[in-house]
C-alpha cells in the first residue's frame, strides 16, 4: 500500500534556529513528491515538486531534497512567519490513474 | 486572478439534510479534485474530474456524489448527511497529474 509519512508531527523552533522536517514514503514507482505550505483556515499552498533521487529545489528559507526513500524540506534561519503545516505529497496509482497521497503533515511554530 | 473559489465557506447540516458544495477556478484547468481533511487523518480524496463530463472515484467516495457539466465547475453533493461527513473539504485544480495543485480555501461542514 502507499504510504506517506511525516516527522515529526509538530516542531518548534527559535527564530533563526535551522532545522528539516522529514517525509519518507513507500509507493511503486514515483512519479513526483510534492510540498505544500498549509496555514490555518486556509488551503494548502504549492511549494515544490521533485521527480528524481538527487534532485533539489529552493524558495527564500526552504529547501527541498529528494532520495529514493525519503524527501527532507530544511528550513534555514527561519522567521515567525514561516510558522505553518507542512504537507508533503506522494503520486501515486490509485484505481489505476495517478492520484496525490498525503502525509498527515508538520505543524512548525517559529518563536520570535 | 481568484483561482479556486468554494461557496459555501461555512455549513452547519442536521443529519440526513442535502446540501451541494460549489467549487469553481478560473485557470482553465482540466483537472479538478475534492479533498476532506480531517484531524489525524490528512488530506483523502474523495472524487476527482479528469475533464469536463467525467467523474471518478477517489479513496472516500461513499455517501457523495460529484458533476462535471462545465470545465470551471465541479460540484460535491450529499445526499444524506451523516455526522461522519463533519470535516473540512478542500476542492483542488491542476493542468495535469503531474503539475501542483491549486488548492480553494475550504468549507468547514459541521453535521449534527
Known amino acids: 500500500e502507499d504510504q506517506v509519512t511525516q516527522s515529526p508531527e509538530a516542531l518548534r523552533l527559535q527564530e533563526g534556529e535551522s532545522s528539516s522536517l522529514n517525509c519518507s514514503y513507500t509507493v511503486s514507482g514515483l512519479r513526483g513528491l510534492f510540498w505544500y505550505r498549509q496555514d490555518p483556515g486556509k488551503g494548502p499552498e504549492f511549494l515544490f515538486t521533485?521527480?528524481?533521487a538527487g534532485e533539489e529545489k529552493e524558495k527564500e528559507r526552504l529547501k527541498a531534497t529528494l532520495t529514493k526513500k525519503e524527501s527532507f524540506l530544511h528550513i534555514t534561519a527561519p522567521k515567525p512567519e514561516d510558522s505553518a503545516t507542512y504537507l508533503c505529497?506522494?503520486?501515486?496509482?490509485?484505481?489505476?490513474?495517478?492520484?496525490?497521497?498525503f502525509g498527515q503533515g508538520t505543524r512548525l511554530t517559529i518563536n520570535p | 486572478n481568484a483561482g479556486v473559489t468554494q461557496t459555501p465557506k461555512f455549513r452547519v447540516l442536521k443529519t440526513g439534510q442535502s446540501m451541494t458544495l460549489l467549487c469553481a477556478q478560473d485557470?482553465?484547468?482540466?483537472?479538478m479534485y475534492w479533498y476532506r481533511q480531517d484531524p489525524g487523518m490528512g488530506l483523502r480524496l474523495i472524487h476527482y474530474?479528469?475533464?469536463?463530463?467525467?467523474?471518478a472515484k477517489g479513496e472516500v467516495p461513499d455517501g457523495y456524489n460529484v458533476s462535471r457539466l462545465k470545465k470551471q465547475n465541479f460540484l460535491l453533493g450529499l445526499e444524506s448527511a451523516a455526522p461522519s461527513q463533519t470535516s473540512v473539504y478542500f476542492c483542488a485544480s491542476s493542468y495535469s497529474n503531474f503539475y501542483g495543485y491549486t488548492f480553494g480555501s475550504g468549507t468547514r461542514l459541521t453535521v449534527v
Open positions: 521533485l521527480y528524481s
Open positions: 474530474s479528469v475533464g469536463e463530463g467525467t467523474t
Open positions: 505529497a506522494v503520486q501515486a496509482e490509485i484505481q489505476g490513474a495517478q492520484k496525490l497521497v
Open positions: 485557470m482553465n484547468h482540466e483537472y
